[in-house]
Structure formats: structure tokens, C-alpha cells
């Protein structure tokens, strides 16, 4: 068992205020009506525990999860790296997380554009093809349970 609830009912959404990507995603959850937990990683430290479980929950090594691009050093020179070593670097420079994380039950994702965010949400189109200029009112009730019509590249 981890140390990062994991609620079906509750996204747990981890950012950084200092970058863009993290901004924009944020602004799709506050018009979304569903509960979660929002993480500014500029306000608040995830512990190193925590890194290495969101690290292992998307399959990767916790260096993975830095932007070496918002890094001041050459990306050659990181490759001697260790796990310790990064985590140094996420405590103290919050924006090299510049792709957000988002945590919903057992899924984990990390976003690289702010609209991924709708993957976890249900997306229903029911009344889409109904028109009222037909005379009738659309039929809006949800016609799909527990579907997700975003593709995905896997």
C-alpha cells in the first residue's frame, strides 16, 4: 500500500504554478464539477516517498519526471544522475515538473497538453444530432456509463 490516497470519487492534481502547462490544466478543473485536490508544488513539497511512488506508478525513473530542459546544465552532464539526486533538484526548483500529474484511483498520468486533463472525466453526447429547431426539445439524459471517447496514443 502507498502513501498517496488513491480515490475513484477524487482527482489529486500536482503542478506547478510556475508553469504554463500546470496553469493552463488547472483552469480546465476549476470549470469542471467534480472533486479534487489541487497540489502547487511552488506552495506546497511533495515528499520524496511520494516521487518515488508517482515515479513508479507511470513506469518511469524519478529523473523521468524533470524537464531537463528547464535545467541550466547540459543534459549530457545529468546522465551520472541518481534518484537522490533528482529529488534534490524537484525540492528546490519546483517548475522543472513543467508536465503536471494527475492521480485518480489507480490511474496515474503525467499531462503534456492541458486538455488530457478530459480523460478522466466522463464525456457523454447525448441530444448532439437532436436540433429544437425541429419543434422537439433534445434529449440530454446520459446514455453511456463509465466511457472514455478521447483516443489515446498508447
Wanted: glycine share 6%; charged share 30%.
Amino acid at each position: 500500500m502507498g502513501v498517496i490516497a488513491r480515490d475513484e470519487k477524487q482527482l489529486t492534481f500536482i503542478y506547478s504554478s510556475n508553469t504554463r502547462v500546470g496553469r493552463h490544466t488547472l483552469s480546465y478543473l476549476t470549470g469542471i464539477d467534480k472533486k479534487y485536490l489541487a497540489i502547487d508544488l511552488s506552495k506546497t513539497k511533495v515528499s520524496d516517498t511520494q516521487w518515488a511512488e508517482i515515479a513508479a506508478a507511470l513506469g518511469v525513473k524519478i529523473g523521468d519526471l524533470v524537464d531537463k530542459r528547464a535545467l541550466d546544465i547540459n543534459s549530457e552532464s545529468t546522465d551520472g544522475f541518481s534518484s537522490n539526486d533528482w529529488l534534490k533538484i524537484i525540492q528546490k526548483n519546483d517548475s522543472v515538473i513543467s508536465r503536471p500529474i494527475v492521480i485518480n484511483g489507480k490511474h496515474t498520468k503525467q499531462i503534456d497538453n492541458p486538455t488530457e486533463i478530459l480523460e478522466f472525466f466522463e464525456v457523454d453526447s447525448a441530444g448532439l444530432e437532436q436540433s429544437p429547431s425541429n419543434g422537439a426539445d433534445p434529449d440530454i439524459e446520459r446514455t453511456t456509463e463509465d466511457e472514455n471517447f478521447i483516443e489515446k496514443n498508447n
